[in-house]
């Protein structure tokens, strides 16, 4: 996708910002519900869990968004490394 890394760069700081707000609603700074909707919400509320009692709904939130993304990030890569890397290659 990119032909130099620096390419990569600016696309990646802009994403890395946007995983990096459900910070907000972890930290109280915002009480938005939509903030759980950004994929790296569930893995950190799981990491919450380890300090803090967690509700029923929150672990089955936690749970399954988690394995829900892993799932379709993956199936996601799986096809991005074959047009990118595989086919480019080959």
């Known amino acids: 996708r990119f032909k130099s890394i620096t390419d990569f760069l600016v696309p990646v700081i802009v994403l890395a910002l946007v995983l990096q707000l459900?910070?907000?609603?972890?930290?109280?700074?915002?009480?938005?519900?939509?903030?759980?909707?950004?994929?790296t919400s569930a893995p950190t509320m799981i990491v919450q869990g380890a300090w803090a009692s967690l509700e029923a709904w929150q672990w089955a939130y936690a749970l399954a968004y988690?394995?829900?993304?892993?799932?379709?990030?993956?199936?996601?890569?799986?096809?991005?490394?074959?047009?990118?890397?595989?086919a480019k290659v080959g």
Not at 73 to 84: D, I, K, L, P
Request: no cysteine; aromatic share 12%; charged share 5%.
């Open 22 to 39: 459900p910070v907000l609603y972890f930290t109280g700074i915002s009480t938005s519900p939509l903030l759980l909707l950004i994929s």
């Open 66 to 86: 988690t394995a829900l993304s892993i799932i379709i990030f993956g199936v996601w890569a799986r096809s991005a490394f074959q047009t990118h890397i595989i």
